[in-house]
């Protein structure tokens, strides 16, 4: 485990019980939302490459604009 984790781990222990298991439960659920994220990602390589070559072809022909992170 590494200092950092620890550390989190500590603070996580402070929280009341009911807290604790709210944090418990969405460090679960972000695991496993990252492993299907993982799986899809796996599972599809052709897919993901040809919608990259896509998005490059439309950057290409100018039918892409800037990203305004404050429009988001």
């Given at each position: 485990?590494?200092?950092?984790?620890?550390?989190?781990?500590?603070?996580?222990?402070?929280?009341p019980?009911?807290?604790?298991?709210?944090?418990?439960a969405?460090?679960?659920?972000?695991?496993?939302?990252?492993?299907?994220?993982?799986?899809?990602?796996?599972?599809?390589?052709?897919?993901?490459?040809?919608?990259?070559?896509?998005?490059?072809?439309?950057?290409?022909?100018?039918?892409?604009?800037?990203?305004?992170?404050?429009?988001?």
């Amino acid at each position: 485990m590494t200092e950092l984790l620890e550390k989190a781990f500590a603070e996580a222990a402070r929280l009341p019980a009911g807290d604790r298991d709210e944090l418990a439960a969405w460090i679960l659920e972000e695991l496993a939302s990252e492993q299907r994220w993982q799986n899809a990602f796996a599972a599809t390589p052709d897919l993901l490459r040809e919608l990259a070559e896509e998005a490059r072809r439309e950057h290409r022909a100018g039918r892409t604009k800037p990203l305004n992170p404050d429009r988001i």
